[in-house]
């Protein structure tokens, strides 16, 4: 089965602070012609920010999309030249102030394939010391400890929706169990 | 602590298939000017089809914006005056050819909050009959059968890397493993 989309034209609509858009032409496999919005951005790194005691290093931010004040874990995107270990490292500190002896990758997540190009690029990060965090002058985020069970709880909940982090903790959760964190 | 952005000002910067663009001017909480980017979209429904026997029914296609097939749990936009749960009932048909007897939520997504206002409501079906698929003219979609631990590896490896279906699916494991999918 032939799946590809072939790109005829590719035609850039926006340029932003935080993506681009393209819109592209595309040839189907059944030879039509349709057209592809696409947001483009350099991507980003994840951090699950995890204590010897079983606690995670979570930040809290207002979400303008979503209007709402949103748990997530840290995450941030990538400077120009940065690689993704290098990004989550300068990450976890500015925005939690914590330093980690050990970064793990243990994903890759696509956010929405249906219309951005972005990938995450997930860490667990070990053997961690607390700092100053150091967030951009205007960002308003802080840094909050809570026991791994907990944010479980707090998905089945429904207090946390965002999808990097739910997929992120329970990948996390699961490695624990089978003693793939071992590291 | 005061996380809240007022907004100040939206414009209508792009109106397309798939999502549309908004450029807000915000208040931040120390009363600064910033400005937000945001894609708007009407939200989708999210479906993982369970077998009585362990299997769940996934979706191959061909993602633009990654430029790579993508296996995912079968997943739709939802029309104009649809409910999540007619969305995820008329996806499930559509993409996969399968009705199901039963529908629970379990999760509500926000796969980009810090770009896009988008929330996916996702339900286990249960109860599956399979029939005829019938996806969109230019929609190129085919179905397959897993054991959901082979999903599980899928994503362990690295092949699965679409971040609704980690969520999703990982979610239902450990509901599954705790007895929270008797339904």
Redesign the interface.
Known sequence: ?N???KTIKSER??E????D?E??T?E???G?I????????PGASVIVPLTDDGYVIMV???????E???L?VPAGKMDPGEDPLQCAQRELKEETGYTAEKFKKI??????????????HVFVAKGLSKGEASPDE?E?I?AFKYKLDDV?QL?QD?VI????T??SI??T??LLETGGLDF
């Open positions: 089965m799946y590809y989309e609509l926006y932003g602070a935080i993506f858009m819109k592209l595309v189907l496999p059944n039509k349709a057209y592809r919005d696409v947001i483009r951005n809290k931010q207002f979400r303008k999309p979503i709402a004040v949103s997530e994903l890759t997540l696509h956010p929405a394939p249906a219309f951005a190009d972005e990938a995450l205007d308003f802080h479980i998905i429904g929706r965002d999808s990097k739910i997929a329970l990948f959760a699961r």
